[in-house]
């Protein structure tokens, strides 16, 4: 028979219907019988009512228990208890009714009473064996398997009201019910996850279940022997076994309390344990600060260990102060002597392998002899993360040897989740901080792109190409061009610096340049007020280079000055020929008055078709080879322009720039690379 | 002699001399380590050092930053009537100074002795 067919929502109103016609059918009959009444149902009949009602109620109780699951105990004892109660009262009122051997009045207190009492009783017992079942579910597959094999049982006992079975069958099957009904007795590990408080009421409880039982079992076996069902109670296995059973199962469940009561303690430890499981790995989520986790730890540790004291030491960054966090009653001077202590201990014995001391008893050893012996067991677990030293934890007890293995395990475990956690956290915070440089780094580069001019005029007589790499560090480079009728001006410099702030210092600079256009055509007086400017704008320590270029075509002529910028590279079509420029001249913000003046050198040169001229940052001459470790320099730049003097500026810029490359074998420069190419055509 | 490790790979020996300080600078001075040696730098100026003879014989790279220090410092101490001297610098570093027309502004020589000359 399948179980599943119990358990049919649907069937939940018929099933009521069914129980309360065959109770009445049942309790008309008996009624009619005893009165002499007009209409008696035949025997059979009446049996085969009995056991419909039985198993209509056992249905019923099954089905109605599904629909309202419960499972707190507490709440379930309790209303079991209030049902028993009340049936308890329901069929011990017939013993209030006057006592007798003769008349209708007492033939109905001891004959129909018991009868019509019947039905709140197997009601109830049927609603308890099916609200038990929760309690008894220890939801495994053998538990399943027992319950079902009992229900079935129970199912058998029910339909066998139809056919009352002789008594060698009876006790036969009173003896088979015994082996899935001891089975399930014994399943009382609901009582292991009782809330400390609730215990003591689930002990009155059960205990008064009980004893409802035990009195609803004695009535039922005095009154049966004047015949409720089927003559003598043992006849009527479905209602005996009901009460055994509930009865036996609150008995069980009381003295598996009681005896627990003990283990229920350990059980609590666990359970805190996994909350404060529970607790780290909500900070883990919720990143806590490293300061929130080593606090959290020292707690949770302090608290389920039952520690009289405990402290965390951490470094304080930049120094050799430690700070204390402190939990219970330990002098600041006991927890450096017993820092230092712990220090000192090299004893294999008292050091785990995986790190933590276990001092048993302090007095025992020479290292803590100038202590007080307050406290004679102590625990230590020094953290590290990524093998930097966090902190040290350590928990005392008053009596020696006071952890157990379980307890130091536990711990240890606090203390592995905690070192997680801060692995975590400073991962975070690394990536966090590589994010930010990177925008950094993004938002400077775009900065000075956009400072680079966008045109770059081309003059009929004039070829210019130029190159702008920036460097992993952001430089101060920059370069600009200004058109004055004819002639066109050019400046190439470099603010010290790197970063954000150079970028911005090249926009300062940038609107320095343009204030002072005016001045374009008379380098000394342009340098001068750059300087002046760079002066009163930026701060003493930084300074900048520029190389000033003025061309002037009509004269086949241009001017030049150079402010302590990489000098300014000629290349002669005439002689066929490269060569520096030799002149002199300081960078800006360096002398920080007029008297720059005098370090200003204005330089006219005479320039033909085809001569090129190379302007450059020290990002080239500071490219740094990984094999030789020695710098580009100026030469290799000549020879590059030397040999390629016959392509055009563009072409020249790219061989300069592929030369630069190969010197650097893959490693990035270390500054800005700015090139610009001129060539005259 | 007071000897000062930095971190940064830079080291400082400061030898005291009439009317002033010889450096010796090791290492190099980058934009990490220039902050460093702006700082001692600073300190001896406020302890009234006016003449300084930096002996870079062993300094093997200056970057920018290097630079900005004595430049940024310059004028406290020549305003005061002290001046720089460098001695003994590698070619590549002394070009840097070139370059820059620092060799205008501050003395540079070849050994101690001429140092301590160009002092006095």
């Known amino acids: 028979m399948s179980i599943s067919l119990l358990r049919i929502k649907s069937l939940n109103p018929i099933l009521q219907v069914i129980v309360l016609l065959s109770w009445a059918f049942v309790a008309g009959n008996a009624i009619s019988e005893a009165y002499e009444g007009p209409f008696i149902l035949l025997s059979w009949v009446n049996n085969l009512l009995i056991a419909l009602f039985f198993v209509s109620a056992l249905m019923l109780a099954q089905v109605r228990a599904d629909l309202r699951r419960s499972t707190d105990p507490e709440i379930l004892l309790r209303k079991i208890l209030v049902g028993g109660l009340f049936t308890l009262t329901l069929v011990l009122l017939s013993q209030l009714f006057p006592q007798g051997n003769k008349g209708p009045i007492v033939y109905f207190t001891s004959e129909i009473y018991p009868l019509l009492a019947s039905l709140p009783l197997i009601v109830y017992l049927s609603w308890t064996f099916a609200r038990l079942r929760f309690l008894i579910d220890e939801r495994t597959a053998s538990t399943r398997q027992m319950l079902k094999v009992f229900l079935g049982m129970l199912l058998l006992s029910a339909v066998a009201a139809f056919w009352p079975l002789p008594p060698v069958l009876l006790y036969i099957f009173y003896g088979l019910a015994l082996i899935p009904a001891f089975s399930l007795l014994m399943r009382v590990r609901w009582i292991a996850g009782l809330q400390p408080g609730s215990r003591i009421f689930v002990m009155a409880y059960l205990f008064l279940i009980t004893w409802v039982h035990l009195g609803l079992l004695l009535w039922f076996i005095v009154q049966d022997s004047q015949g409720i069902f089927h003559g003598q109670a043992i006849q009527n296995p479905f209602p005996l076994m009901l009460m055994m059973f509930n009865g036996l199962y609150a008995l069980m469940a009381l003295l598996a309390v009681l005896f627990n009561w003990p283990m229920s303690a350990i059980m609590e430890r666990r359970n805190s344990d996994i909350d404060g499981f529970q607790t780290l790995h909500e900070q883990i989520s919720h990143r806590g600060s490293a300061e929130d986790i080593q606090e959290l730890l020292l707690d949770l540790c302090y608290r389920n260990s039952g520690a009289k004291a405990a402290w965390f030491t951490r470094p304080v960054e930049g120094g050799n102060q430690v700070q204390y966090l402190k939990r219970g009653e330990v002098a600041l001077g006991q927890i450096s002597r017993w820092e230092s202590g712990l220090k000192l201990q090299q004893d294999p014995e008292i050091i785990d392998r995986d790190g933590h001391i276990y001092v048993s008893d302090a007095a025992r050893h020479d290292a803590f002899k100038e202590l007080a012996f307050e406290y004679r067991t102590a625990l230590s677990f020094p953290m590290s993360v990524n093998g930097q030293h966090e902190g040290n934890l350590v928990l005392l007890q008053r009596v020696e040897d006071a952890f157990d293995d379980y307890a130091i395990r536990m711990l240890g475990t606090y203390v592995n989740q905690a070192r997680l956690a801060l692995e975590k956290n400073r991962l975070v915070a690394q990536a966090v901080e590589n994010e930010r440089m990177k925008n950094e780094f993004e938002i400077a580069t775009r900065v000075q792109e956009n400072l680079l001019p966008k045109h770059i005029p081309q003059p009929s007589w004039l070829q210019i190409s130029a190159a702008y790499q920036p460097a992993q560090e952001v430089g101060g480079d920059c370069y600009d061009f200004f058109e004055k009728g004819e002639d066109l001006y050019m400046v190439q410099g470099d603010v010290t610096g790197k970063g954000m702030g150079a970028a911005f210092n090249v926009a300062e600079l940038k609107g320095i340049f343009h204030s002072n256009l005016d001045y374009l055509d008379q380098p000394d007086e342009f340098l001068l007020r750059v300087n002046r400017a760079v002066t009163a704008c930026f701060d003493r320590d930084i300074f900048l280079t520029l190389v000033y270029l003025g061309f002037r075509p009509l004269q086949n002529q241009f001017v030049y000055a150079r402010a302590g910028h990489c000098p300014v590279l000629f290349y002669s079509a005439s002689k066929g020929e490269a060569t520096y420029l030799d002149d002199k001249g300081m960078g800006l913000g360096i002398v920080r008055d007029d008297s720059y003046r005098k370090y200003i050198q204005v330089n006219n040169h005479r320039f033909d078709t085809n001569d090129i001229i190379v302007l450059f940052s020290d990002g080239i001459m500071e490219a740094v080879n990984p094999e030789s470790g020695e710098e580009y320099g100026q030469e290799r730049i000549r020879q590059v322009v030397a040999r390629h003097a016959f392509f055009t500026a563009d072409e020249i810029k790219e061989k300069i720039l592929e030369d630069v490359k190969v010197y650097l074998d893959g490693e990035r420069a270390g500054d800005d690379i700015t090139l610009l190419v001129i060539k005259f055509q | ?120």
């Open chain 2, 1 to 120: 002699m007071n000897t000062t490790n930095k971190p940064s790979g830079l080291h400082l020996n400061s030898e005291p001399i009439a009317g002033g300080v010889i450096l010796h600078i090791k290492g190099d001075l980058d934009a990490s380590s220039s902050l460093d040696f702006d700082i001692r730098l600073k300190e001896m100026i406020a302890e009234g050092h006016r003449n300084f003879i930096f002996d870079g014989e062993e300094l093997a790279y200056i970057a920018s930053a290097g630079l900005g220090v004595f430049i940024s410092n310059k004028d406290d101490v020549y305003d005061q009537g002290g001046q720089f001297v460098f001695c003994g610098l590698k070619e590549s570093v002394l070009n840097v100074f070139t370059l820059l027309g620092l060799t205008d502004l501050f003395s540079f020589v070849e050994t101690r002795e001429e140092a301590l000359q160009t002092i006095s």
